[in-house]
């Protein structure tokens, strides 16, 4: 059972960093300067931001956040 904590620790240790390191290559949600002119909010980026690096982006970023936060309940369990 031991092995398997540490291992469990490994992936627990190389998930925090790879959602740390996710997280910084985010674009923020703000709009800047376009929204003061009232910039066009319907286009092409934002209808295909499923199918660009910011979507993959937060496409991994709840995949581990979700992993984030099984294995801190598992690893919290005292087996």
């Known amino acids: 059972m031991e092995i398997l904590r540490i291992i ?3 992936i627990f240790v190389i998930d925090c ?3 740390t390191i996710i997280v910084l290559l985010q ?3 703000s709009a800047g300067l376009g929204a003061i002119g009232g910039g066009a909010t319907e286009t092409f ?4 931001k499923g199918r ?5 982006l937060e496409k991994s970023t709840k995949f581990l ?3 984030f936060m099984i294995l801190a309940a598992v690893l919290n369990i005292n087996f």
């Open 52 to 56: 660009s690096m910011e979507g993959a």
């Open 27 to 29: 674009e923020g949600k």
């Open 8 to 10: 469990l620790t490994i």
């Open 45 to 48: 980026w934002s209808k295909n």
């Open 17 to 19: 960093i790879a959602l």
């Open 65 to 67: 956040a979700i992993l």
